[in-house]
C-alpha cells in the first residue's frame, strides 16, 4: 500500500518510489540546501520539480503541501513514529534531516544550540538580504533610477559577510571545528551571490578571503556538486 496516497501534491507529482523521501524543489538558493543535505546523508529520496515556469508552485496540490507556496517541501514516508511526515520551510527541513540522520549536528547541547544560531542567522539575515541584492542587481530593481534601496542592501549583505568572515577566523566552518548544517545553510546563498546574482563586486565580497576560500571548500565535496543540480 502506498502510504503517500493520501497527499494531494501525490496526484500532480507522482511517487515513483514512495518508500523514499519525496523532494519537490529547484537548483535554486534555498532548494539546494535540502538536495546537498540529502546527498551530504545519503538519505534516499526522490525529486521532483517544481516548475516556476508553470507556477507549480501555486497549484492546488503544491500549496497542500505548503501553504506559502514556496520551495522546498518534502514528504518523508517514514518519519516520526514511522508515520507520513510533510514539512516546508528549508530551516526546518535542514534540521529534521539532520536529526533523522544523526549527521551535521552537534549532540553536545551547546554546540547543538550554536549551530541552530547560524542557521537561524541565515535564514533570518543572508537569505533576506542576498535575495534583495539579487532582485534590484539583475531582476526588475535594477531598472530604478533610484539606487538608495540597492544600496541599502548591499551594505546590509557586505556587513553581514563581515560577519561569516569574523567567524571564519575562529572556526574551520561557519559554526565551529565541524561542517555542519549551518555551512550548508549559508554557502549556498554566498554562491548564488557571487556566481548567479554576479554582485560579488558590488558588494566587495573580495574584503572575506576566509569567506571565498571556505566557499571553495564547500564547492568541492562531491555531495555539493551533486546536490546543485537536483532537480534535474
Keep these: 500500500m502506498n502510504r503517500l496516497n493520501s497527499f494531494a501534491i501525490t496526484a500532480k507529482w507522482p511517487a515513483d518510489h514512495p518508500d523514499l523521501i519525496q523532494l519537490y524543489s529547484l537548483p535554486t538558493p534555498n532548494g539546494v540546501k535540502v538536495s546537498i543535505m540529502l546527498e ?45 511526515m510533510a514539512l516546508f520551510e528549508s530551516g526546518a527541513i535542514l534540521l529534521y534531516l539532520a536529526e533523522k540522520s544523526g549527521r551535521f549536528l552537534p549532540t553536545d547541547p551547546v554546540a547543538r544550540y550554536r549551530t541552530i544560531q547560524w542557521l537561524m542567522f541565515q535564514v533570518s539575515g543572508i537569505g533576506p538580504m542576498f535575495g534583495q541584492v539579487g532582485f534590484f542587481h539583475k531582476y526588475a530593481g535594477r531598472e530604478f533610477e533610484d539606487k538608495r534601496p540597492r544600496d ?9 559577510l563581515g560577519v561569516v568572515e ?24 554566498v554562491n548564488n551571490l557571487i556566481n548567479y546574482y554576479g554582485a560579488g563586486d ?31
Aim: charge should be neutral.
Design 202 to 232: 558590488l558588494v566587495g565580497v573580495n574584503d572575506f578571503p576566509r569567506v571565498l576560500r571556505t566557499l571553495g571548500r564547500f564547492l568541492e565535496r562531491p555531495a555539493v556538486q551533486a546536490g546543485l543540480k537536483v532537480p534535474a
Design 166 to 189: 569574523h567567524q571564519l577566523t575562529q572556526h574551520a566552518w561557519v559554526a565551529g571545528a565541524e561542517y555542519s548544517i549551518a555551512d550548508i545553510a549559508v554557502f549556498p546563498l
Design 152 to 160: 541599502r542592501y548591499v551594505a546590509e549583505s557586505h556587513r553581514l
Design 40 to 84: 551530504e546523508t545519503g538519505l534516499p529520496y526522490e525529486a521532483h520539480r517544481v516548475s516556476f515556469d508553470t507556477n507549480d508552485q501555486k497549484s492546488p496540490e503544491f500549496l497542500s503541501l505548503n501553504p506559502n507556496g514556496k520551495i522546498p517541501a518534502i514528504l518523508d514516508p517514514k518519519g516520526p513514529d514511522g508515520q507520513p
